[in-house]
């Protein structure tokens, strides 16, 4: 009988040694032996049999390198748990005050609790005092609403490793020993635990300090359940560690109101991925290609997780298969968090054992060099790694019903090998390629040309260059055009806010060596280098689940004279919201900034801007009073998406 199977029948006292011996691994040395899910499991038992025990409301907090004692001006408490939706939802129905109650659902992320006042960064501690950790700085670059760069400014959040930084930048820092990180989780632990940061800002290491206000989703008391799937996997996307979601109520002033005990806020609750474990075998390894590195997928017996048949799961990468010993054959643990991901989290040797590592690329054939803890093609010319940069270069364009598996034809029909090659199809070139008549084939060239012109941000972003999306792009352009940018030294680039020295060689290195490949692309399309809006200029910016996607409505807000803004401030002209009564955080925020709010069926009736000269001849033109003036700029009328489209999210591919 297992550990959890004999749990109820465990002594108190040996319960509680057990707590506290896991506790010292996980929060002292940073190296866990049970599972959160299994850990979870002790700690509800003992809540059961003696709820008022010190370690079932203790709040716990890595030992981390501190320069003394901070006092939080508003405590940092821990949240209450809950392990399936049912128990959300009753969490949720005791406090509501209507079915309609808004809800905001969040990622809960897997780092150090941390808040910085402007002066001082400390970590949550005990909640109502932390340790002073601003001797870590240096490292931190923060991320939140409408702002990526150093931490400059007050934020609370949670210090992370960015899943993307830790395969780019973390696959060649080594730790004090030596040896390579294992997860990120463990790397910011032992990296804040560090004495001193000089050989990790060597090395070119980074945190992240993401604040909790960057990723909300809006949804209410009588919806979530249907959405909540959707919630999920759109927050298991993300590029963070995440050990569930945070669910809140919307009105802040109401949550307020319902207090907080000893150890919570009772206006919010963390869903903690249930990690429900099932036994399977290993059949195969199958190795896909990502930008930059080939990543490992288990095949396997099939295994139902909560009605859902799962034969795959991800292996993360080739030094987390050496850390397993796993080979095909073997019985392996299948876990799936939250009900969204399924991943393999132990094994046991199997009879006929046969290794899944590679040598050789599997669509090239050249030879496999390890880099850190991935498994990389070193050929340039991989036709594998380079569809998969071509994929994520038509993202950032923005070109819409172009996915993989069209690229792929295009790529052997067509010989497309660049984003420049794109640009240079005709109907003729298509029309050979299966899936492909005359409607669609002139729909995607029409398609292409309208990302002829194109924000130098998101030209930039095509590029792939590690670590430089399309949010560092925008900050790299900020003071420097593209052409500019080209030109630009490193010592020069990592000077600016939020680059450092990592990137400005990524860059430097990037336009060098791929300098006529860019040229082509610059020959087939034009870079736009956005202005800054004048500063008498009307601003806004739109809030709430809309029926068109976002950018519809800001190329709108274009042709009405307005120019669109992330976040709400207290020089926003206007807040349009789907729903006016609605009580989003941009909402609350307008209300108190006393910022003018429109329904969004009122803003569509808003005439759209023409000339001046135009305006004293044309009837129904009349400058409009209050809240809708007229800003004079003569605009395009963008066009709808087409009739059935999807618009919420990503449309799908048409062929």
């Not at 990592?494 to 082509?520: C, H, N, Q, W, Y």
Request: contains cysteine; proline residues 6%.
């Amino acid at each position: 009988m297992s550990l959890w199977e004999d749990l109820a029948g465990m002594a108190l006292d040996t319960l509680i040694g057990l707590i506290g011996y896991h506790n010292k691994l996980y929060w002292e040395k940073g190296a866990p032996e049970i599972a959160d899910a299994d850990y979870d499991l002790l700690l509800e038992e003992l809540r059961r049999r003696a709820p008022e025990h010190p370690l079932v409301n203790a709040i716990h907090t890595p030992l981390v390198v501190s320069a003394g004692k901070v006092r939080h001006r508003t405590p940092m408490l821990s949240l209450d748990k809950a392990y399936s939706l049912e128990a959300v939802l009753e969490w949720a129905r005791k406090f509501a005050r209507t079915p309609q109650e808004k809800l905001l659902v969040q990622p809960k992320y897997d780092g150090i609790s941390a808040a910085f006042d402007g002066t001082t960064l400390a970590t949550r501690g005990d909640g109502e005092t932390g340790e002073d950790v601003t001797g870590k700085l240096p490292l931190i670059e923060l991320e939140a609403p409408g702002y990526i760069g150093p931490l400059d400014r007050s934020a609370r959040g949670e210090v992370v490793i960015r899943s993307d930084d830790f395969v780019n930048i973390y696959s060649h820092i080594r730790r004090k020993d030596g040896g390579f990180y294992k997860n990120p989780r463990n790397a910011v632990a032992g990296i804040m635990g560090l004495k001193e940061i000089d050989a990790m800002i060597a090395q070119g290491a980074k945190l992240t300090l993401v604040d909790y206000a960057l990723v909300s989703f809006d949804t209410s008391l009588d919806r979530l359940a249907d959405e909540w799937e959707h919630l999920l996997e759109k927050i298991a996307a993300l590029p963070y560690p995440m050990d569930g979601v945070v669910i809140k109520f919307a009105d802040k002033a109401f949550a307020e109101s319902l207090g907080s005990t000893a150890h919570h806020p009772r206006g919010e609750i963390a869903y903690k991925y249930s990690n429900v474990k099932r036994q399977s075998r290993l059949l195969d390894v199958e190795w896909s290609f990502g930008k930059n590195n080939l990543t490992p997928v288990a095949l396997m017996e099939p295994v139902a997780f909560s009605g859902v048949t799962v034969k795959r799961a991800t292996l993360h990468n080739v030094q987390n298969i050496i850390d397993m010993d796993l080979h095909i054959g073997d019985t392996i643990t299948v876990e799936r968090a939250g009900d969204v991901i399924p991943y393999i989290s132990a094994s046991e040797p199997g009879e006929n054992r046969r290794s899944p590592l590679i040598t050789h690329c599997p669509a090239c054939g050249a030879s496999l060099e390890r880099k850190g803890p991935e498994l990389v093609c070193v050929n340039s010319e991989c036709p594998g790694t380079s569809l998969q940069r071509l994929a994520a270069a038509v993202k950032a364009l923005d070109v819409e019903n172009l996915g993989e598996s069209t690229l792929k034809k295009l790529v052997d029909i067509c010989q497309v090998r660049h984003l420049s090659d794109l640009f240079r199809l005709t109907a003729k070139d298509l029309l050979m390629v299966e899936g492909f008549a005359e409607k669609s084939a002139s729909n995607l060239l029409k398609e292409l040309q309208r990302v002829r012109n194109i924000p130098e941000y998101q030209l930039l972003a095509s590029l792939n260059i590690p670590n430089v999306g399309p949010n560092i792009a925008k900050l790299l352009l900020e003071d420097l055009d593209f052409q500019q940018l080209r030109e630009a030294s490193a010592d020069r680039l990592s000077v600016i806010p939020g680059i450092g020295p990592e990137r400005a060689k990524a860059l430097t290195e990037a336009f060098e060596m791929r300098k006529e490949e860019i040229d082509e692309l610059l020959s087939a399309v034009t870079p736009l280098r956005e202005k800054s809006p004048d500063k008498g200029a009307p601003t806004v910016c739109f809030t709430g689940k809309m029926p068109e996607k976002r950018s519809y409505y800001v190329e709108l807000a274009k042709t009405k004279g307005y120019t669109a803004v992330d976040t709400v401030t207290k020089e926003l002209s206007l807040l349009v919201a789907a729903d006016v009564n609605d009580n989003s955080s941009k909402l609350v925020k307008a209300r108190k900034l006393g910022i003018t709010i429109a329904a969004l069926e009122d803003f569509l009736k808003q005439p759209l801007t023409v000339p001046e000269t135009e305006q004293e001849e044309a009837p129904g033109t009349e400058e409009q009073p209050g809240l809708f003036d007229e800003p004079p700029a003569p605009a395009k009328v963008p066009a709808l998406p087409a009739k059935g489209a999807q618009t919420i999210d990503e449309q799908p591919e048409l062929f």
